[in-house]
C-alpha cells in the first residue's frame, strides 16, 4: 500500500494574530509500491523547502518557496534517513542507517542546483551483526558536516554495547575527524543531537549507562 508524503504550509497574518490561512499545500508519491514517511523539513536562508524522508531508499525533496517540487533525489534501497541538515549554499546533508544484515552510519550530501550526489560516506561497522545508525547532522559556516549517531562494538566483556559516534567531513567528504564514547556500563550509550557553534566547537546530547 502506498503511503503520500504530505507537505502544508500555513502562513501567519503578522498584524495581529489573524486566523492563518492555507497558502498552498503538495503532496508526493513515488511511483510503484512504496511507503513515503517524511522525517524532516528544513528551511534554507532563500526559504527553499528540503524534505527528508523514508522510502525505498533515503528520499531528499526541494520545494520552491512557493511550494513547486525543483528536485527530488534517491539513493540506496537499503537507507533511511533519519536528520537532514542545510548548508549557506543550499546544499543538503542527510545522515541515518544503511541497513541490511546489519547497519551502518551513512552520511550523503546532496548538490542544491539538482541534487545530485556530491558525495556519501559510510563508517565501518565495529562489530556484526550491529545496528549502527546515524541519527542527527549539522553544519557548520565553512560546509563542513558533522554527524552523530552510534555504533555496536559487542556485548560485555568482548565488546562496549552501544556507543556514541561522531564525525566530521570537510564539504567534499574528506574525514576531519571521528570521536568514539563509550558509557561507564559497556551498555547502550546513544547519541541524539548535535549542534555546532562557531570556530568548530560541537555539543552533544544522549543517554548513557
Sequence with gaps: ???LLLLI???FASVGFAQPQLEWYATYAWVGNSRDEPVEMV???SGYIYI???SR???VLKYKPDGNLLWQARAND???VEA???DRWGNAI????IVAYHSNIYTSKYANSDGHIIYSKVISPLYNPNTDSGWDVDVDSSGNAYVTGWVFSGIHPNGTGSDWMTVAYKPLGDSLWKSHYNGVEDMADLSYSIDVFSGGVVYISGRKF
Excluded: Y
Design 9 to 11: 504550509m500555513l502562513i
Design 84 to 86: 537532514i541538515v542545510v
Design 1 to 3: 500500500m502506498k503511503t
Design 57 to 59: 531508499g533515503n528520499l
Design 43 to 45: 528551511l534554507s536562508d
Design 94 to 97: 542527510v545522515t541515518g542507517a
Design 78 to 80: 537499503s537507507a533511511g
Design 52 to 54: 527528508g524522508a523514508k
